[in-house]
């Protein structure tokens, strides 16, 4: 059995091991193993409220930093000649066109709070 829980803008996963149940935070966190799926729930809130990730991301607005860094920098560089001169054949304009679209899409996707691991992933 696996069901999902959100709490304060975080999200867990209630998993059922063996006669037990553990809440998995999108954070990484995992809790202990408790008895009921209720518990595990409360295990995850108390988490929430407790660790200073949830406040700082609650207070950002929901935008992942790195991420939106990333995107600026990949943007720089399609703007800059780059490392390969425009000189050679299309491969010249490709690594361009390539940082211009990871870009935007770090920029987009961290804006919404993504972190550069979850943009990746969400790629490939």
Not at 11 to 30: H, L, M, P, Q, T
Not at 85 to 111: E, H, M, Q, T
């Amino acid at each position: 059995m696996n069901s999902f829980h959100e709490f304060d803008g975080s999200k867990a996963r209630i998993e059922k091991d063996g006669k037990n149940f553990v809440a998995k935070c999108e954070c990484g966190w995992s809790s202990d193993p408790v008895s009921s799926g209720e518990g595990a729930v409360v295990e995850f809130e108390k988490h929430v409220k407790s660790d200073p990730k949830h406040e700082i991301r609650k207070k950002e607005g929901g935008k992942s930093f790195g991420s939106v860094f990333l995107g600026l920098l990949f943007l720089g560089y399609a703007v800059s000649p780059g490392i390969i001169p425009y000189s050679v054949p299309i491969v010249g304009w490709l690594d361009n066109i390539f940082a211009l679209v990871f870009g935007i899409l770090f920029l987009r996707k961290g804006w919404n709070g993504k972190s550069p691991r979850e943009v990746l992933t969400g790629i490939f």
